[in-house]
T-cell receptor, first 109, second 114 residues
Framework: GDSVTQMEGPVTLSEEAFLTINCTYTATGYPSLFWYVQYPGEGLQLLLKATKADDKGSNKGFEATYRKETTSFHLEKGSVQVSDSAVYFCAPGGGKLIFGQGTELSVKP | EAGVAQSPRYKIIEKRQSVAFWCNPISGHATLYWYQQILGQGPKLLIQFQNNGVVDDSQLPKDRFSAERLKGVDSTLKIQPAKLEDSAVYLC????????????FGPGTRLTVT
């Protein structure tokens, strides 16, 4: 069945550091790919998405590129802020999202 | 545009009791999902509705969990009887359709079973 593997957390960075959270997946066909973010005590919010190979999703300074050849969708941000502290979930999906365990990010001032 | 609404936000019950959660999706969204999120894990799909029909309930523990979506709008998820391992956050999400649409999540209901 479909599955996703994310970089284990927690990840602790200083403000303005570069962020990469790795995500690889296995899926039937070529699903859309999503990154969701969950702030403490809240539900999940869509951060960005890509619907086909080589598409780049971006939002709030975060980016991820759909790499079909490596079945990856790594999340990057050039300069993190304290407000980016949250849990990040990578999810392939075509109607049914498959979530990994999430990667907790903590950004220190 | 109003988001996905869920109630209650928190619930504490004893094992073997019953509990129900309510979800109101975004207006016009045909697809509704219930997820279970155990602490430290990603959400796991319990059931998916398309309008008022069930699309996928393969991971719903049907001996104790039930869900319905009357008139293709609001939905309720029930647990009876609850077990300790049901302690989790129950998330409701909706989307305009299936396939490539993103899902919009509610704030969740945190259930503690003692």
């Amino acid at each position: 069945g479909d599955s996703v593997t994310q970089m284990e957390g927690p990840v602790t960075l200083s403000e303005e550091a570069f962020l990469t959270i790795n995500c690889t997946y296995t899926a039937t066909g070529y699903p859309s790919l999503f990154w969701y973010v969950q702030y403490p005590g809240e539900g999940l919010q869509l951060l960005l998405k890509a619907t086909k190979a080589d598409d780049k999703g971006s939002n709030k300074g975060f980016e991820a590129t759909y790499r079909k050849e490596t079945t990856s969708f790594h999340l990057e941000k050039g300069s993190v802020q304290v407000s980016d502290s949250a849990v990040y979930f990578c999810a392939p999906g075509g109607g049914k999202l498959i979530f990994g365990q999430g990667t907790e990010l903590s950004v220190k001032p | 545009e109003a988001g996905v609404a869920q109630s209650p936000r928190y619930k504490i019950i004893e094992k073997r009791q019953s509990v129900a959660f309510w979800c109101n999706p975004i207006s016009g969204h045909a697809t509704l999902y219930w997820y279970q999120q155990i602490l430290g894990q990603g959400p796991k799909l319990l059931i998916q509705f398309q309008n008022n029909g069930v699309v996928d309930d393969s991971q719903l523990p049907k001996d104790r969990f039930s869900a319905e979506r009357l008139k293709g709008v609001d939905s309720t998820l029930k647990i009876q009887p609850a077990k300790l391992e049901d302690s989790a956050v129950y998330l409701c999400a909706s989307s305009p359709g299936t396939s490539e649409y993103e899902q919009y999540f509610g704030p969740g209901t945190r259930l503690t079973v003692t």
